[in-house]
Nanobody
């Protein structure tokens, strides 16, 4: 069992930056994927960025070139650097850890942190 705690959310003006951090209670080295998702009011939760155990990354088209995900297996943290923020980035951001086994998979979620971008 892994517990995830996000921090770093807040209110920022459009064009500004925020850095989100996710701290895990246990080791994330066995997690195949660590990622950030977001959910805006009235919308479905969507993938923002994910990083594999080997460091491979995938970004949503809407954040490519503006957001950077990083992972530190020694510290059991995953961060999301968000630059050039836009009003449409406003959402609750969730950290996710996913372990994929041959016959099973496990997914863990944090409680979320609010990001509000004022235009």
């Amino acid at each position: 069992q892994v517990q995830l705690v996000e921090s770093g959310g807040g209110l920022v003006q459009a064009g500004g930056s925020l850095r989100l951090s996710c701290a895990a209670s246990g080791s994330i080295s066995s997690m195949n994927y660590m990622g950030w998702y977001r959910q805006a009011p009235g919308k479905q939760r969507e993938l923002v960025a994910t990083i594999t155990r080997g460091g491979g990354t995938i970004y949503a088209d809407s954040v490519k070139g503006r957001f950077t995900i990083s992972r530190d297996n020694a510290k059991n943290t995953v961060d999301l650097q968000m630059d050039s923020l836009k009003a449409e980035d406003t959402a609750v951001y969730y950290c996710n850890a996913r372990r994929v086994l041959v016959l099973d998979a496990y997914s863990y979620w944090g409680q979320g942190t609010q990001v509000t971008v004022s235009s």
